[in-house]
C-alpha cells in the first residue's frame, strides 16, 4: 500500500500536468483551424473609381489574398440614364478583399490605411466593430485557457519536486554510502531517476487513454459543431509521444533540482 501510495503522489500531479498540455494542444489544434474558417469567411469591401487587378490590391498591402470583382448593384445602374457604355463608365467598381489569416486589430486597421492611400479608391468597409469583437473575444479565450493552464502547471510541479524529496530522504542513507565510496551523482541518483521515469512513462499512457477514451465516447456524440467536425483533432499517435516527451523532461528536471539541493546543503 506504501509503495502505490508513493507513485501515486507522483503520478497524480504529472497526470494533471500533462492532461493541461494535451488539453492546450487540442485547443491549439481546433481553434487553429476555427481561426482559418473565421479567416476564409471575412472579406473587405471596397469601392473604387477605377478598374483594379489583384495586383494593384496586393502592391497596397502583402495580406491581401485575393480579391474578387462584384457586380454593380441593380440599383445604381436605375439611377443613371443613357447608353449602357455611359452607365459602365459612370459606376463605381466593387471589390471583395480575402485577408491571409485573421489579423488583429492593427494589422486590420493598418490594411485600411493602406487602401485609403490609394486615389483610386473611394469607400472602404471592414465592418470593424463586428470583427474587434469577435478577434477579442477569440483572443480572450485562448489567453485565459493558456494562464490556467500554467498555472495549474507549475502546481504539479511544485507537488512532484516535493514528492521526489521525500523519495530522497527515503533513500538517503544509501546515497550517502554511495557517496563515500566515490559515486557518481548521477550514480547515486539511479534510483530516483529510474521511479521517476517509469512514473513518467505510467502518466503518459494514463493521459493518452483519457484522451483516447474521450474521443471515441463523448465527442462522437457531443452536439458541439467544433467538435464533433475535429474528431480526429482530439487525439493523435504522435501525442503520445509529445507526452512522453514532456513528462520524462519535467520529471528529470524535478530529480536534478532536489539532488543538486541535497548536495549544496
Known amino acids: 500500500m506504501k509503495f502505490i501510495k508513493r507513485h501515486v503522489s507522483l503520478i497524480f500531479p504529472l497526470v494533471a500536468i500533462l492532461l493541461g498540455l494535451e488539453f492546450f494542444i487540442v485547443f491549439d489544434r481546433t481553434t487553429d483551424t476555427y481561426e482559418k474558417s473565421l479567416s476564409s469567411n ?79 479608391i473611394k469607400r472602404i468597409e471592414t465592418f470593424h466593430s463586428t470583427y474587434k469583437s ?23 510541479f511544485f507537488l512532484i519536486v516535493k514528492q521526489m524529496e521525500v523519495w530522497n530522504f527515503l533513500h538517503a542513507q544509501r546515497m550517502k554510502v554511495m557517496e563515500i565510496f566515490g559515486a557518481s551523482l548521477f550514480l547515486r541518483s539511479k534510483v530516483l531517476i529510474n521511479m521517476a521515469v517509469i512514473d513518467a512513462v505510467i502518466s503518459a499512457i494514463l493521459t493518452s487513454a483519457m484522451f483516447v477514451s474521450l474521443q ?50
Not at 452607365?87 to 485600411?112: C, M, R, S, T
Not at 512522453?244 to 539541493?261: K, T
Request: hydrophobic content about 50%.
Open 42 to 120: 471575412y472579406s473587405i469591401l471596397v469601392v473604387a473609381k477605377d478598374e483594379m487587378s489583384i495586383d494593384d490590391f496586393k502592391s497596397l498591402n502583402s495580406h491581401i489574398l485575393g480579391v474578387k470583382e462584384l457586380s454593380k448593384p441593380q440599383a445604381l445602374k436605375n439611377m443613371y440614364m443613357g447608353d449602357s457604355k455611359s452607365i459602365n463608365q459612370a459606376l463605381p467598381n466593387f471589390y471583395e478583399i480575402k485577408l491571409d489569416n485573421l489579423l488583429g486589430i492593427k494589422a486590420l486597421d493598418e490594411v485600411k490605411k493602406n487602401l485609403s492611400d490609394s486615389e483610386s
Open 134 to 156: 469577435q478577434y477579442e473575444l477569440f483572443t480572450f479565450i485562448k489567453f485565459s485557457f493558456g494562464t490556467f493552464i500554467f498555472f495549474m502547471s507549475i502546481i504539479g
Open 216 to 265: 471515441r465516447m463523448w465527442i462522437s456524440d457531443t452536439q458541439m459543431e467544433i467538435l464533433k467536425e475535429h474528431v480526429s483533432d482530439v487525439f493523435l499517435f504522435s501525442d503520445f509521444f509529445i507526452l512522453l516527451f514532456a513528462s520524462i523532461v519535467v520529471v528529470l528536471i524535478a530529480v536534478f533540482l532536489v539532488v543538486i539541493n541535497v548536495k549544496e546543503e
